[in-house]
C-alpha cells in the first residue's frame, strides 16, 4: 500500500541546534514533494517544493533534501529558534496532481 | 497580504444537523481544494475545483457531503446530516494556476467541526 511516514514522536532540541525532519514514502513515484508549516489551530504555510532531479533545496536557514533511491526527503533547519516550534508536514503528489501529506512531525525549540 | 478566507472559524453542531462552511480563495486562484483535517494527521483532499469544475471528488462522501463553486469564484461545502466521525478541521486551499501543475497551495484558518 502507499504511505508516507513521518515520525509521530516530537522532535525536541536545544535553540541554535539543527532540526532534521525525516519524511518516507513507499509505493509512490513523486516527481516532486513539498514542505509545510502548521501552527495549532492555523492551516498549513508552503515552505520549500523540491524536485525529483534536484538532491537539494535551500531557502534562508532551511534546506530540503530529496533522495528517490533511499524514497526519503530529509527537511532541515539551522540555528533553530523557539519561533520554529510548530508540525512540519511532508507532502507530495500522488497521481492525478493530487497533493499527499504525511501526518507531520511536531517539533520543539528549547530556549 | 492577500489570504484566504474561511467562515466560520469553529463550529459546534449535533448530530443529523446540517452545517455549511465557506471559503474566499485569494484572488485570481483558478484552483481551490477542500481538506480535512483529523487531530493527529495530515490534511486530506475531499475536493478539488478547476474555475468552477470539480477535477477531483474520489474522497468526497457524496451521500452526506456536497460542494459547490458556482461562479469559479468562492465556494461553499456543507454536510447534512452531520455525524459524530466528521468532527475535524474542514481546510480550505487555493493555487494560482490549473490542474497538472505542482505550485504551492495558500491555506486557509480553517473550521473546526465539532459534532456532539
Known amino acids: 500500500s502507499q504511505k508516507i511516514e513521518q515520525n509521530s514522536e516530537a522532535l525536541n532540541i536545544q535553540e541554535g541546534k539543527t532540526a532534521t525532519l525525516t519524511c518516507n514514502y513507499t509505493?509512490?513515484?513523486?516527481?516532486?514533494l513539498q514542505w509545510y508549516r502548521q501552527d495549532p489551530g492555523r492551516g498549513p504555510v508552503f515552505l520549500l517544493l523540491?524536485?525529483?532531479?534536484?538532491k537539494e533545496k535551500r531557502k534562508e536557514r532551511l534546506k530540503v533534501t530529496f533522495d528517490t533511491t533511499l524514497k526519503q526527503s530529509l527537511f532541515h533547519i539551522t540555528a533553530s529558534q523557539p519561533a520554529d516550534s510548530a508540525t512540519y508536514l511532508c507532502?507530495?503528489?500522488?497521481?492525478?496532481?493530487?497533493?499527499?501529506f504525511g501526518s507531520g512531525t511536531r517539533l520543539l525549540v528549547r530556549p | 497580504e492577500a489570504e484566504v478566507a474561511q467562515s466560520p472559524r469553529y463550529k459546534i453542531t449535533e448530530k443529523s444537523q446540517a452545517v455549511a462552511f465557506w471559503c474566499d480563495p485569494i484572488?485570481?486562484?483558478?484552483?481551490l481544494y477542500w481538506y480535512r483535517q483529523i487531530l493527529g494527521q495530515g490534511p486530506e483532499l475531499l475536493v478539488q475545483?478547476?474555475?468552477?469544475?470539480?477535477?477531483?471528488d474520489s474522497q468526497l462522501p457524496k451521500d452526506r457531503f456536497s460542494a459547490e463553486r458556482l461562479k469559479g469564484v468562492d465556494s461553499t461545502l456543507k454536510i447534512q446530516p452531520a455525524e459524530l466521525g466528521d468532527s475535524a478541521m474542514y481546510l480550505c486551499?487555493?493555487?494560482?494556476?490549473?490542474?497538472?501543475?505542482?505550485?504551492?497551495?495558500?491555506f486557509g484558518p480553517g473550521t473546526r467541526l465539532t459534532v456532539l
Open positions: 486551499a487555493s493555487s494560482p494556476t490549473g490542474t497538472g501543475t505542482y505550485n504551492e497551495q495558500f
Open positions: 475545483f478547476q474555475d468552477e469544475s470539480v477535477v477531483d
Open positions: 523540491i524536485r525529483e532531479n534536484e
Open positions: 509505493n509512490y513515484s513523486p516527481a516532486y
Open positions: 484572488s485570481g486562484h483558478a484552483t
Open positions: 507532502a507530495l503528489y500522488g497521481g492525478s496532481y493530487k497533493l499527499i
